[in-house]
């Protein structure tokens, strides 16, 4: 599968800070996800993204499905402590696996 | 929301020998499961798609004799690493879809099995 170009790769913040990451990709998807994985447990869903251009919340966290369908981001507003963990973006095809980003990997510093 | 179960969560064995990994779909029926295999610090892989009642499609570079995944039935696919070796140490996550085979319901998640052969 074709993995996408996730950036960044890490970031390390303070406490109350604003978060923003993105994805972008050579080809068109008709989904986009955002997951969120913790140390030695699966990804679990944060967001799906199901129409260009699509603006969509939930809690802290804003996501965005990219006009041409090729990109995406992802911003946690006010950030907190637990929401350390590692951050994918995953782009997907009508009716097949997805396509996962290789990571954003967020400290947060009380 | 559906829950999606693996077990083992995590298991040590020793070269040469066959793990099996279980993916459960407990509460919807799952027409179709993906494999992914994770690296530490790095993305997750999709190794293969599994359809219930027929054979898998691995993706390129993943060896079907070596990685044999069944999918018996709509609640259960396994994954059997056949003679493990060091390299074959990682993260093994599966994922079910959750509707008819090639629709587009939500993919839910296990917890992953971590394989550590020694």
């Known amino acids: 599968g074709q993995q996408l170009n996730q950036s960044p790769q890490s970031m390390f913040i303070q406490e109350g800070e604003d978060v923003s990451m993105n994805c972008t990709s050579s080809?068109?998807?008709?989904?986009w996800l955002w997951y969120k994985q913790d140390p030695g447990e699966g990804p679990v869903l944060l967001i799906a993204?199901?129409?260009?251009?699509e603006l969509t919340s939930n809690g802290r966290l804003t996501a965005q499905f990219g006009i041409t369908r090729k990109d995406s981001f992802l911003n946690i507003s006010a950030s907190i402590p637990s929401d350390v963990g590692i951050y994918f973006c995953?782009?997907?095809?009508?009716?097949?696996?997805?396509?996962f980003g290789k990571g954003t990997s967020l400290l947060v510093t009380p | 929301g559906a829950v999606v179960s693996q077990h083992p969560s995590w298991v040590i064995c020793k070269s040469g020998t066959s793990v099996k990994i279980e993916c459960r779909s407990l509460?919807?029926?799952?027409?179709?499961m993906f494999w992914y295999r994770q690296f530490p610090k790095q993305s997750l892989m999709l190794m293969a798609t599994?359809?219930?009642?027929?054979?898998?499609?691995?993706e390129q570079g993943v060896e079907k004799d070596k990685f044999l995944i069944n999918h018996a039935s709509l609640t259960l696919s396994t994954l059997t690493v056949t003679s493990a070796h060091p390299e074959d140490s990682s993260f093994y996550i599966c994922?079910?879809?959750?509707?008819?085979?090639?629709?587009?319901?939500?993919?839910?998640f296990g917890e992953g099995s971590r394989l550590t052969v020694l």
């Open positions: 993204l199901y129409k260009a251009g």
């Open positions: 080809s068109i998807f008709n989904t």
């Open positions: 599994s359809n219930e009642g027929s054979k898998a499609t691995y």
């Open positions: 994922s079910a879809r959750e509707g008819k085979r090639g629709g587009t319901g939500e993919l839910f």
């Open positions: 509460d919807f029926q799952a027409t179709t």
């Open positions: 995953a782009g997907q095809h009508s009716g097949y696996a997805l396509n």
